[in-house]
């Protein structure tokens, strides 16, 4: 056990064992090898083969295991002095078993041998307690050594350098509990008892265990976070280069034209506050949408201003259809009879209807005065919306302007 | 007239400054809620041309510090670049009396200085949406912001529809004045729940979702 510890301790100095299997590694190979041979001595002690076997077998075992522990035991005896105390007080009632199977008398010992058989199971425990602790030390060692992160993050990583899964703590805290249950167990205590505390154990290493683990999911949903995050800002960056890098273009090569470059920029502003306002993307399938297309074409193609105001928003259909395309007509109009004059479009919509009032503050006229040939572009507004079921009032008198008000359904 | 001009960004300062220059006398100019306070204390405008989005605090915080409503008050006018809901009603709510955004040419805006000058609402078509829009939503029982009269709501969509004052006078058939006592009104309802009730009212009216910002 306390070699084991020690050998799984040593592999830490390497840059990143967490990845790597255990017997990938030539030391670790040799003391798989040794403990095959251990085992197979037993194997063959058991089976009584004779002692040759078993003997060479072990030996073989023990020097391979040298060769890897030995210097494992220095290295690891450097780093934590105090191991060699705990290792040398551990092993001392071990020592004295040696010595009495060596001397094989008891008599000048003095009862020693039954203080001895007390303390040897008590021993192995220390022992396994210190490999744990050993192994626990490491992993801690790995995690809270300096490297300028918050100690949270030196627990369990970060996204760059997520922390390699704790086996070696958990393999650590499993040796201490281990020895904690055997030394009660030694102790005199009934199963009962070391079942609640094997609870209770187990509930120790939940709750440390926990936040661990939702602390890697944490992580992994920073990484997609930021993913998204990075997916939007092209998002941004490509919507910003079809748009306002793309005006701004034209804007340079049109500065001789302070109307056209008042115009460019005029839509831009209203196509990238739509835009921010995720109007865009709730699609082109709205009528705040369409109303939307239809200001800035009589915008960019009648230079008028247009004051685009819309309340509540609805689905495209045949009836919003019929309403956006009169609207576009009735801007149409006040552009052409209006020019110059500001034009407002107010529209207010819900799942109950729309209403859109089109604006101008253009001469305006007497209905009663227009001539028939004109009247044919009234009519294809009325007329569009007498088809879907909804109303068109125009009224204009003159010197006051013109506003047509177009409704489909009902409006609070 | 004396004007000061709060906005955080030197340029829309320096351009709104050669623009009144004319007309006007700016006395001040601040980029801060603190400095503004200070340069209102010193210079006693009467007209603050605020910006909604400021450093610490926003425009509100300045309204706030002002304590909108007490004696040699200076009337507020906030300017903002976005047209959102969200933004301006609060400025409102907090005592300014009309919100014209920055792409106003000089002489609307000259126009809106002299009405809030005047201690008249000056609600550009857009703001007269967005009331509609506070006043239209389901408000609970009891509530005395659910209380535009008829008259107050026709006012209301006539200023939405870009009329002036005058025309909805003549088309209502009644005298600007009580047009503008209307607005007034409204102006009054919209101010008067407490303050730590306008999160809540914004969010009930659907003014914070976004959803409805034109």
């Known amino acids: 056990m306390h070699g084991e510890a020690l050998n799984t301790a040593e592999t830490v100095e390497l840059p990143r064992p967490a990845r790597r299997l255990f017997a990938a590694e030539p030391a670790g190979v040799l003391t798989a090898l040794a403990g095959l041979l251990l085992v197979g001595a037993l194997a063959l002690a058991l089976g009584d083969g004779g002692a040759a076997g078993p003997l060479a077998a072990a030996a073989g075992g023990i020097a391979l295991g040298l060769v890897v522990l030995v210097p494992r035991t220095f290295a690891a005896a450097r780093r934590h002095p105090m191991l060699v105390v705990g290792a040398l007080l551990a092993a001392a009632p071990l020592v004295l078993v040696g010595l009495t199977g060596i001397f094989g008398d008891t008599r000048y010992l003095y009862g020693l041998p039954d203080l001895v058989a007390a303390l040897l199971p008590l021993s192995i425990v220390a022992l396994a307690a210190l490999g744990g602790l050993v192994l626990l030390a490491e992993d801690l060692r790995v995690r809270l050594g300096p490297s300028g992160l918050t100690p949270w993050q030196r627990v369990t990583g970060t996204v760059d350098a997520p922390a390699p899964a704790p086996w070696r703590a958990l393999a650590g805290i499993a040796l201490l509990g281990g020895s904690a249950l055997l030394m009660l167990a030694f102790a005199g205590a009934q199963g009962g008892d070391l079942l609640v505390l094997f609870v209770l154990g187990l509930g120790a290493v939940a709750f440390i265990g926990t936040p661990v683990v939702i602390a890697g999911f944490a992580r992994a949903d920073r990484v997609r976070v930021e993913d998204a995050r990075e997916d939007e800002r092209r998002r941004v960056a490509a919507h910003l280069h079809d748009s306002v890098l793309q005006t701004l273009a034209l804007v340079q090569r049109q500065a001789h034209d302070p109307a056209a470059v008042a115009r460019l920029a005029r839509r831009q502003e209203h196509e990238l506050r739509a835009w921010m306002a995720g109007e865009v993307e709730l699609g082109a399938e709205t009528l705040g949408a369409a109303l939307r297309t239809a200001v800035a074409e009589v915008e960019d193609d009648a230079g008028a201003v247009i004051e685009l105001t819309v309340l509540g928003d609805r689905g495209l259909d045949r009836a919003t259809e019929a309403l956006a395309a009169a609207a576009r007509e009735a801007l149409r109009n006040a552009a052409r009879h209006a020019p110059g004059a500001p034009i407002f479009v107010f529209c207010q919509a819900s799942a109950d209807g729309a209403e859109v009032f089109v604006r101008d503050e253009g001469p305006g006229f007497e209905l009663e005065t227009v001539p028939t040939e004109r009247r044919g572009v009234r009519d294809s507004i009325v007329g569009r919306m007498a088809a879907v079921g909804g109303s068109a009032v125009v009224e204009s008198r003159s010197g006051e302007g013109t506003e047509i008000a177009l409704r489909i359904g009902v409006i609070g | ?214």
């Open chain 2, 1 to 214: 007239m004396k004007i000061v001009v709060v906005d955080d960004h030197h340029l829309f300062r320096a351009g709104v400054r050669a623009e009144l220059a004319a007309h006007h006398d700016v006395v001040g100019e601040a980029a801060t809620p603190a400095e503004a306070l200070r340069v209102i204390a010193a210079t006693r405008p009467d007209v603050v041309l605020l910006d909604v989005h400021l450093p610490e605090g926003g425009g509100v915080s300045v309204l706030e510090g002002l304590g909108v409503g007490g004696v040699g008050i200076p009337k507020v006018l906030a300017l903002s670049v976005s047209d959102a809901a969200e933004d301006v009603v609060p400025m409102i709510r907090a005592g300014a009396l009309g919100y014209v955004t920055k792409t106003i040419d000089t002489e609307e805006l000259l126009a809106a200085v002299q009405t809030v000058a005047a201690g008249d609402a000056c609600f550009s078509p857009r703001l007269a949406a967005f009331v509609l829009q506070a006043f239209s939503a389901p408000a609970p029982a009891a509530d005395e912001l659910q209380a535009l009269t008829p008259r107050e709501r026709e006012v209301l969509h006539h200023l939405a529809r870009g009329y002036s004052y005058k025309r909805i006078a003549a088309r209502l058939g009644i005298s600007d004045r009580t047009v503008e006592s209307h607005v007034g009104a409204v102006l009054r309802k919209l101010q008067l729940t407490s303050r730590h009730e306008v999160s809540h009212w914004a969010a009930t009216r659907g003014l914070v979702t976004g959803e409805d910002d034109a």
